[in-house]
C-alpha cells in the first residue's frame, strides 16, 4: 500500500473555526419534559439484558461498559451481559441492534466513534439519528497521541519535523475508518502539513499495538487504552486533544501546548436503545447508571484509566450526539476524511 498524500493546504479561516470549536465535551442541552406515559417499566428489568459493544473487547468502550454492567447486574440482580459484535469499524454491531425488539433487553455501547462514522459515511445500513433511541452517556475521555519509543522524540514538533523529511510520507493508524482516532489523526497531519496515509486496523487495542511497535508513525487512543501502557514504560505520549487531558498524565500537553494549535475535543462514551424502546424502561436504565457513576470507587477506576464520568437523560443524550454527527460532518468534509 502506498502512501497518499494529504496535500499540505492552509486552513481557511472557516475550517480552523470547525476545528476549533469540535470539542466533545458534554454540551448544555435544555432537557425538554417528557409527556406522561403508561409506566411501560413496570415488572423491569427482565433476568437478563444484553449491551453489544460494536467494537473489540478491550477497547475503550468495552472496558468502561463492563464497569457499568457488573454494578446494575449486582443491583438489580439480574444477567447483564456484553456482546462484542466486531466488523467494518462498528457497523455490524450496531445494525445488529436495530434488528431487535424495542423491548429494554437489548441495548447499544458506543463511543464517539459511532457519531464520527454516521456523520462520514452516507451508506450506512442505518440512520444514526432515526434507528436509536438515546439512553444516556457515561464518560469522557481526552484522546492522547502515542507512538513506540524506539522512535525517542522528546516532542511532537520532532516527529511533524521528522515526518516532514520523509518524501513518500508516513502511516498512521486508528481503530478503523470513520473511528474518533482517525479524526484526531487525519486532522494534525492536515494541520501539521504531513504526507499521510491511513493503516486502519480492527480495534484500539490493535492500532495501539502498530503505533507502539512502531509499524506506524503514530495514532490516537482515548484514556483506558494508553495511559496504563505508557505509565508501564510501553509506549510514549506526545500529546493529548484536550487540556484536560493532563489531569489524567501530569505533564502531556495539550495539541495547541505541544504546537500545533486548531484542534481539539474529547472522546465520549453512552448507550442507545433500538428506536422504539419506551422512555420509562430508557430513563430508569439512565438513572441506574448515573448512580453506578457516581460511585466513589467506579469514579477513581475511570480516572485511573483516563476517563471522566458523564451522566445525562436520554433526551439531553439524543441532542447531544445529533449535534455531534453534524458538526463532525462539516469537519470531515474540511479535512477531505472520507469512508474507505
Do not use: C
Not at 52 to 74: E, N, S, Y
Not at 287 to 306: N, Q
Request: charged share 15%; no cysteine.
Amino acid at each position: 500500500m502506498k502512501p497518499s498524500s494529504l496535500t499540505p493546504v492552509r486552513l481557511h479561516s472557516r475550517v480552523l473555526t470547525v476545528l476549533r470549536t469540535l470539542a466533545v465535551a458534554a454540551l448544555v442541552v435544555p432537557a425538554v419534559a417528557p409527556a406522561q406515559a403508561p409506566d411501560t417499566a413496570a415488572g423491569y428489568p427482565p433476568q437478563q439484558i444484553r449491551f453489544v459493544v460494536p467494537f473489540t473487547a478491550g477497547g475503550g468502550t468495552d472496558v468502561i461498559m463492563r464497569i457499568v454492567a457488573k454494578h446494575l447486574a449486582d443491583n438489580w440482580k439480574i444477567t447483564a451481559l456484553v456482546d462484542n459484535r466486531v466488523g467494518a469499524g462498528g457497523v455490524v454491531g450496531s445494525q445488529y441492534v436495530t434488528t431487535q425488539k424495542p423491548d429494554g433487553r437489548t441495548f447499544l455501547a458506543v463511543a464517539s466513534a459511532f457519531a464520527v462514522r454516521a456523520a462520514i459515511d452516507r451508506s450506512l445500513p442505518y440512520d444514526a439519528t432515526r434507528d436509536f433511541s438515546g439512553v444516556g452517556q457515561m464518560a469522557r475521555s481526552p484522546s492522547f497521541m502515542v507512538v513506540s519509543t524506539s522512535h525517542g522524540f522528546s516532542s511532537l514538533k520532532e516527529l511533524i519535523a521528522y515526518a516532514r523529511k520523509q518524501p513518500a510520507g508516513i502511516f498512521y493508524t486508528s481503530a478503523g475508518v470513520g473511528s474518533t482516532a482517525h479524526l484526531h489523526a487525519a486532522a494534525v497531519a492536515h494541520l501539521a502539513g504531513i504526507k499521510a496515509d491511513h493503516a486502519p486496523q480492527r480495534g484500539t487495542p490493535e492500532a495501539v499495538n502498530e503505533a507502539m511497535t512502531g509499524r506506524v508513525l503514530y495514532a490516537f487512543a482515548p484514556g483506558p487504552n494508553a495511559i496504563p501502557l505508557a505509565r508501564a514504560g510501553k509506549l510514549q505520549i506526545l500529546a493529548t486533544t484536550s487540556p484536560a487531558g493532563a489531569r489524567f498524565l501530569p505533564g502531556i500537553p495539550s495539541l495547541a501546548q505541544a504546537g500545533l494549535p486548531g484542534y481539539e475535543g474529547d472522546d465520549w462514551f453512552g448507550v442507545f436503545a433500538p428506536a422504539g424502546t419506551p422512555l420509562p424502561i430508557r430513563e430508569r436504565v439512565s438513572k441506574e447508571m448515573a448512580r453506578i457513576l457516581a460511585l466513589s470507587e467506579v469514579r477513581e477506576r475511570l480516572f485511573i484509566l483516563g476517563a471522566e464520568p458523564v451522566s445525562s437523560p436520554p433526551a439531553k443524550f439524543e441532542a447531544f450526539a445529533r449535534d455531534y454527527i453534524a458538526r463532525t460532518r462539516k469537519l470531515g468534509d474540511a479535512i477531505g476524511i472520507k469512508p474507505q
